[in-house]
């Protein structure tokens, strides 16, 4: 007589949970159903911040809003991404310092210095703004932060701010939280 795993056309040794659910199909999971989505326990939330400071250069901590949007979310266990949706501006996580703001100005301001903009060949378009694109390639769109217990899961002394290094304008932050 042979056993279940030859009739499903397994060799007897391929039992365990990877070899149990081969060929292709996909594991059972949230109480036996098949199928990876829809997934009727996740929640999703979108927020959206517009942005608009007066200087060319800034830091501002969004830390508050970015919970405002985990609370109203209802989420107790997941992730909230932070995402600067625009490609002159950044999203990152650190101390709520000043002295670590000027730091950061500085020193971004030496790898990519604004003035002379004739240095940039992004310039010859009619922008000036070639040295915000680089500032925002070092310090990065996106941060995404873990939920647990309904509340942001930071270590210390950490926060998320906004970097604009392109200012005088409207731009926006996206802040999309998943879980349950």
């Known amino acids: 007589m042979r056993d279940a795993s030859t009739r499903r056309g397994r060799p007897p040794n391929a039992r365990g949970a990877i070899g149990s659910r081969a060929r292709g199909r996909l594991?059972?999971?949230?109480?036996?159903?098949?199928?990876?989505?829809?997934?009727?326990?996740?929640?999703?939330?979108?927020?959206?911040?517009?942005?608009?400071?007066?200087?060319?250069?800034?830091?501002?901590?969004?830390?508050p809003e970015v919970r405002d949007a985990v609370e109203q979310s209802g989420v107790r266990e997941g992730m909230v991404l932070v995402n600067a949706m625009h490609i002159s501006a950044s999203v990152f996580i650190n101390d709520d310092e000043p002295g670590l703001h000027h730091d950061y100005d500085a020193w971004l301001e030496r790898l990519a210095p604004h003035a002379p903009t004739s240095q940039y060949r992004h310039n010859d378009t009619g922008e000036d703004n070639a040295d915000a694109h680089l500032k925002r390639q070092v310090m990065g769109r996106e941060v995404v932060v873990a939920i647990t217990a309904g509340k942001l899961d930071f270590g210390p002394w950490e926060q998320v701010f906004y970097g604009e290094f392109d200012g005088h304008r409207k731009k926006r932050v996206l802040i999309k939280v998943i879980g349950e």
């Open 27 to 63: 594991p059972r999971i949230g109480g036996g159903s098949r199928s990876l989505l829809p997934c009727p326990f996740v929640k999703s939330h979108t927020a959206y911040l517009t942005m608009n400071l007066p200087a060319r250069r800034a830091f501002v901590n969004i830390t």
